[in-house]
């Protein structure tokens, strides 16, 4: 009988052991059939990361929760806007983790997190729907610091498919969290930009120095971003892009013969898909063109610079 209760007590401790869970990575899915994204790293029975979600513009908050493996469920709420347009509000989730053939999901609800905002919703939950698209983990100013002041700070996160260990990061001389939170941004559209096609619109031959290229809203200002790359470095980042031109002046070295600009697209504003009007001035040649990026598609000019 003795040995009988110890099996069992082995047998139990073992299946606890297989229920125990690590949701570390990204999740990409929907929240009320728009775009949204939750990135999470475990810190003992925490969840920190962030989470971003589309429609009417954009939302990136921090995020902060729990798992409780006996009832399989994810509970967490946004702690903090990173970035966001208008009418954008702080959410609490519940989501019950499952595991299915194609994959691993987190399905559950998203309510406002304030009570005004709740009442205003009349208490009506978001849908939302998220599956694990890998283990990577793109890290925020946020996360350094929380897993910094509560977690092992000898622990290491994924950026970008790069293992870095948060106390090499975090102690960085003159780098404040806003640096660290634009760094984390700037290399998570990076690998936004490298998974997404190309659409080249044109290719323009030029001996000018300098081009000038002016940015603005193709059709209705409907709350589209876009983040522009200068042969893969960021050139402007999250530019709304609105009815007064945005301008920007651009060097031509003559050591580089190629110049590669790139509009991502960040949202797909209230009109899909991201459009802008483009007006180029190369020397005494003026140019313009209709760029439309959107969430699986960027759009390219290229520029050959001659003597």
């Given amino acids: 009988m003795r040995s009988f209760f ?38 003992g029975n925490t969840y920190i ?25 994810l509970k967490g709420a946004g702690q903090s806007f990173i970035e966001k347009t208008a009418s954008h509000v702080l959410c609490s989730y519940k989501l019950t983790f499952s595991v299915h053939g194609d994959g691993k999901y987190l399905v559950g609800s998203a309510n406002p997190k304030s009570t005004l905002t709740l009442i205003l919703s009349m208490g009506i939950p978001a849908r ?87 940015i603005a809203d193709n059709e209705v200002v409907d709350g589209d971003t876009v983040t522009i790359f200068h042969n893969n470095e960021v050139l402007v980042s999250r530019l709304f892009v609105s009815a007064h031109p945005y301008r920007v002046v651009v060097p031509l070295k003559s050591d580089v013969p190629i110049h590669e600009f790139v509009l991502v697209a960040n949202n797909l504003g209230s009109i899909p898909p991201n459009t802008a009007l483009l007006t180029i001035e190369a020397g005494k040649d003026r140019y313009q063109l209709k760029a439309a990026s ?11 610079h001659r003597k």
């Fill in 6 to 43: 110890c099996f069992l007590l082995l047998l139990l401790s073992t299946i606890s052991h297989c229920w125990a869970q690590d949701l570390s990575g990204t999740w990409e899915g929907e929240i009320d059939a728009e775009y949204m994204k939750m990135v999470i790293i475990k810190q």
């Fill in 49 to 73: 990361g962030y989470t971003y979600d589309e429609g009417m513009g954009y939302c990136k908050a921090n995020f902060l929760g729990s798992f409780n493996d006996s009832t399989r469920q």
């Fill in 128 to 214: 939302t729907i998220l599956k694990q698209v890998n283990t990577n983990v793109d890290t925020t100013a946020y996360m350094f610091s929380w897993i910094n002041k509560h977690g092992n700070p000898t622990n290491t996160i994924a950026q970008n498919r790069k293992v870095l260990k948060t106390d090499s990061i975090l102690p960085t001389p003159g780098l404040s969290l806003a640096d660290l939170n634009k760094k984390a941004f700037d290399d998570s559209i990076t690998t936004v930009k490298t998974q997404r096609t190309s659409d080249t619109l044109s290719t323009i031959i030029t001996a000018a120095d300098s081009i000038v290229i002016t």
């Fill in 294 to 304: 959107d969430l699986k598609k960027n759009a390219v000019i290229i520029f050959q």
